[in-house]
């Protein structure tokens, strides 16, 4: 992806680069698309795995200064990403996982039998373009902010919100 926009990556590219045959590509993976959410989904359970290691940390519904630090470290590739329609696509894909991400872990902390004054999925969809629209934002701005910085400000816009949508004055 830093040699040619992401749409005008072939399979036959990919196939050729990684040095192996049509037939063991398409058996792991439909497309390139394909491709590129089983890479997501390997990263995000890799950054999940500090949050779910810090359960006491009720703040956090997704990993989102792992996730920063990780696009800031690894700015090289999602700048190449954004040249084709690989950005717009990994981020399209990342929202899916998110969502249920969060779900799960937001389902975890209501008390039973407790309803969120807003459906989960709706609050999740929220936390995940929120989310999507950080990220983008940083990128557009050349990364003008830390990672530490970019989480602490999501997690003021926010996590205040959601903390309402669940029915609870303050955070967790």
Do not use: C
């Not at 990556?9 to 049509?22: E, H, N, P, S, W």
């Not at 190449?80 to 894909?93: F, H, P, S, V, Y």
């Not at 004054?117 to 557009?140: E, K, N, Q």
């Amino acid at each position: 992806m830093q040699e040619k926009r992401y749409d005008s990556i072939t399979v036959q590219d990919i196939i050729d680069r990684a040095d192996v045959g049509r037939s063991t590509f398409y058996a792991h993976f439909q497309d390139k698309e394909d491709l590129i959410n089983s890479n997501l989904e390997e990263i995000m359970d890799d950054l999940s795995q500090h949050l779910d290691a810090n359960t006491h940390d009720n703040q956090r519904i997704i990993p989102t200064l792992a996730l920063f630090k990780h696009v800031r470290e690894e700015q090289h590739l999602f700048e190449a990403m954004r040249r084709g329609r690989g950005l717009d696509l990994l981020l399209e894909k990342a929202q899916v996982y998110w969502s249920k991400r969060a779900e799960a872990r937001l389902q975890s902390l209501l008390p039973p039998g407790q309803t969120p004054t807003v459906p989960l999925s709706i609050v999740v969809s929220y936390i995940s373009g929120a989310l999507s629209t950080f990220l983008r934002w940083w990128m557009d701005n050349q990364f003008s902010y830390s990672a530490e910085r970019m989480d602490e400000m999501f997690q003021k816009v926010v996590m205040p919100g959601v903390w309402i949508a669940l029915g609870k004055d303050e955070q967790a």
